[in-house]
Structure formats: structure tokens, C-alpha cells
């Protein structure tokens, strides 16, 4: 009896956390004015993916296979959360980036400055647009994309030995 409410603890939580996530996402960027980067979009679709995969898990037959969806959904979360790492590395300088928006003007000989600048991103990868105490978003979606997948993972672990 606990480990079904254990699976439908983590199957909710596989639904709510990401759709949370994207609700504060996207709330910030159409109502709070912040334009997302190229990485920003990178930690999104990891989420879309497991709130597609948990919604699943609530209408597909077969225990095996929802758990299945759940356990997806709960690596989905983790995906975009280690994404979350790596931008907010980024962001705090830690280590470079490897896309186009976080790439400085160069100043060599022969370099087309007006190219340059009419090519730059508009918003930069390595610079954070909002932080509270000192944690960008990106730093936010890591944490709470790392420990909710960590929640799921040992909610179905639990369940599983139980059965």
C-alpha cells in the first residue's frame, strides 16, 4: 500500500515540478520582461519532455510501463537540471561557454566590426539577467531540477523494494 502512494507521489511530482518550472520560465520572460538565451532554451526542453512523459504516466496502461514513464521523466528533469549546471558555470565565469552568445568581439586585423555587431546576440549566455541571493535562474533550475529528480528517483527506488 505505501509503495503505490509512493509512485503516485513521484508521478505528481514528475508533473508539478516541471510545470512549475516552466510557469516561473515563461512568466519571466513575458511578464517579467526577461529574454531567455540560447542556454536558457537548452533547460526548457528537457522539461517539456517530462511533463509529456508524466501526463503519460497518468493514462497509459500498464504499471510497468508508467513507471517507466515516470523513471524518464524523472531523468528529463535531470537533464535539464545538469544543463542548469553548466549555464550557471557559465554565468558565474567558472568555465566558458561553447555557444555563440557568449563569444566576445575579436581584434584582429581586417575584422569586419560592424559584422560583428550586427551579429552579436542580444542577450548573452554569460551574463545573468536576474539573481537572488547571489542565484541566477539558471542556477535555480539546477537546484530544484536536480533535487526533485533526486525525490522521484528514491520515491520509485522505495516503491521498488517494497514490491
Not at 508539478?16 to 513575458?30: D, H, K, R, T, V
Not at 503519460?56 to 515516470?70: N, Q
Not at 542548469?84 to 561553447?98: D, S
Request: proline letters at 4%; a positive charge.
Amino acid at each position: 500500500m505505501g509503495s503505490d502512494r509512493n509512485f503516485r507521489l513521484a508521478r505528481w511530482i514528475a508533473l508539478l515540478l516541471p510545470a512549475a518550472l516552466m510557469a516561473g520560465a515563461l512568466g519571466s520572460q513575458y511578464w517579467g520582461g526577461l529574454i531567455p538565451c540560447e542556454m536558457c532554451h537548452w533547460q526548457r526542453w528537457p522539461h517539456y519532455a517530462a511533463i509529456i512523459l508524466a501526463l503519460l504516466a497518468f493514462v497509459v496502461p500498464g504499471r510497468a510501463f508508467r513507471l517507466l514513464l515516470v523513471a524518464l521523466a524523472a531523468l528529463a528533469i535531470a537533464t535539464s537540471g545538469a544543463i542548469g549546471v553548466f549555464h550557471a558555470g557559465v554565468e558565474y565565469h567558472w568555465w566558458n561557454g561553447i555557444t555563440a552568445c557568449t563569444a566576445s568581439f575579436t581584434a584582429t586585423p581586417g575584422t569586419n566590426y560592424m559584422e560583428q555587431i550586427m551579429h552579436a546576440p542580444w542577450v548573452r549566455c554569460d551574463e545573468a539577467q536576474w539573481r537572488l541571493f547571489g542565484i541566477s535562474l539558471a542556477g535555480y533550475n539546477a537546484i530544484f531540477s536536480l533535487g526533485g529528480a533526486a525525490v522521484i528517483a528514491a520515491l520509485l527506488l522505495k516503491r521498488r523494494r517494497r514490491a
